[in-house]
């Protein structure tokens, strides 16, 4: 028994050994650098919070500065808004997140509106910036979430 454990125990180092040398060969007489795996982003490479808040608020203040609230319409501008909020922040190249735009345009007229979120990410790398557009008649609310992919 004694002698079987000991066979099992060299055997083990020399599966050891050869998975090793599968690693350290060469091609073209060049040693393989290891695998690189990007587990989060580089410095400098985080969710860029204030470029997006400024495309933010650029964005709706082109959409809706002078317009007022018309239900039939209003769809349309949440759209445009998202979708050039969206473009502008691909832009900015930030490597490996996902982006995702939403939003609301609701009618000013005295009425509350309560909203919460739930999400589940990594505080270390995930982040979400919106911001708020509003006069006499409407409310334009936007928030861009930016979610590193592993």
């Known amino acids: 028994m004694a002698d079987d454990d000991e066979t099992s125990l060299e055997e083990q180092t020399e599966v050891q050994e050869e998975s090793e ?3 350290t060969s060469t091609i073209e007489g060049k040693p ?6 990007e587990v989060r982003p580089g410095l400098g ?3 860029q919070s204030q470029a997006v808040q400024e495309i933010i608020l650029r964005a709706m203040g082109e959409q809706l500065a002078g317009r007022q609230y018309r239900p039939d319409l209003a769809p349309a501008w949440a759209n445009k808004i998202s979708n050039a909020v969206r473009h502008l922040v691909q832009e900015l190249n930030m ?7 939403q939003t609301t345009i ?3 007229k005295g009425a509350g509106v309560k909203c919460a979120q739930r999400l589940i990410w ?3 790398t995930d982040a979400y ?3 708020t557009f509003r006069n006499d008649t409407l409310l334009c609310h936007t928030i861009v979430y930016g979610v590193y992919m592993y």
């Open 21 to 23: 040398t599968v690693v």
């Open 32 to 37: 393989l650098d290891p695998p690189k795996y």
């Open 45 to 47: 490479e985080k969710f």
């Open 95 to 101: 490597k490996r997140y996902k982006i995702i735009v």
């Open 106 to 108: 609701i009618e000013m």
């Open 122 to 124: 990594d505080p270390e």
């Open 129 to 131: 910036i919106d911001d």
